[in-house]
């Protein structure tokens, strides 16, 4: 069998991120688990940092209770190397929830970083690391008023605040510095996708992030 060609290996990456959206959202938590590497994939959200394998339980307890977390896609580019790939994919993250009795939509728009691996001919993320660009909440009802609480609002980054306040609100524990459009952290993020395409061990350290 002819090895991809690079068409090819973009082409299969950019569906690999798409499924990953619209099975997640859809609840089709098999389907969903055939994205990630069977043994190295590793989860990195505001509210989860762990296994992919235990992303997908937490996911599917959440979507089963009600929890309103949506995935919208933009623009995509990978850079491949042989058997690794990253990606960089534009998104938004939209959660609905009620904040002090007061129902509302966050919107988060930012980037899927994905370090990706082929398994057994197919292409898999290792590691999933978004980067929030910017946020904002808007109430459900425009007659609505909501106050937020500034201290809380400031603990988190101008990336994601708001949806980290939310999260928060909801009894999630949000991780705070995580990768921005600018900073120390996301040009760490780089460096790690850099060095993985250059056969390092591992896709960078997911614990590092402070």
Known sequence: MAAPTPAEDRAALRQLVENWAIWRDAGDWDRFATVWHPVDGW?????????????????????????????????HSADVVGDRAITQTKMTINQRAEVDGVLVDVVCTG??????ARHDGDWTIVRRQPIYEKDRLDVVDPGASLTLDPELLGRFPAGYRHLAYLQTKAGFTVKAGLPGLTGPVVRRLYDEG????????????????E
């Open 111 to 116: 980037r899927f970083y994905d370090f990706c």
């Open 43 to 75: 989860m990195t959200a505001t509210w989860f940092q762990g296994p992919a394998a235990d992303f997908i339980a937490v996911s599917r307890e959440g979507f089963d209770r009600g929890v309103s977390i949506l995935h919208f896609l933009g623009g």
């Open 194 to 209: 850099a060095r993985w395409l250059a056969g390092s061990a591992t896709a960078g350290d997911p614990h590092a992030e």
